[in-house]
């Protein structure tokens, strides 16, 4: 005979079932919902705001492409920092070449130089010049070679014969077309 005191297990919903149990499942999914939106909405407003520009880059130091400094900015010169950038120009477009010593090494008694040049050019020359405070030490010239959008000098080969060692100047004069530029790098051998 079945005891009277026991609840039967057969008529008890399941605990998955429970209306406690499914509203606080809900609950749960629509608060992580919300928490990913607002994570979302924190990280884009963030984003937002680093591409704004800061105190440090407005200030920074900007030359004109002569090498003249923006009168805004006094910094010592050894805090002085060359920037120049060329975005959404077409530097082919430029009155003046442009470019960049990319290489350097002074080996047996030549130093040897590459010039990258940002603008693309048929012909023309690079007059590499080592300067110090005499003067020009030594000299040497190359052609200039076409790439697929810019254009290259080098490798420029300079005889150093008869140069003593010490702190230089490699001044490189690009001339093409009418055009002319100058590109400076420092040279210690």
Known sequence: MPDKNKKSLKHRVPFYRRP????????????????????????????ERENQPTEETENALVYSEDGDKDEENDLPPEDQKVIMQYEGENPNELDHLTGLITYTEVKD????????????????TCVANLKN????????????????????????TVNLAGVSGGKYQLEVVISSGGKTGTITSNVEF
């Open 109 to 124: 008694g030549t130093l040897v130089a590459m010039v990258s040049i940002d603008q693309y050019l048929g012909n023309g």
């Open 133 to 156: 405070d005499g003067g020009i030490a030594a000299s040497a010239e190359q052609a200039i070679e076409a790439d697929a959008s810019t254009s290259h000098c080098g490798p420029i």
């Open 20 to 47: 406690i149990v499914v509203v606080s499942c809900l609950a749960a999914i629509v608060l992580i919902a919300l928490l990913v939106v607002l994570i979302v909405k924190m990280v884009s407003s963030n984003t």
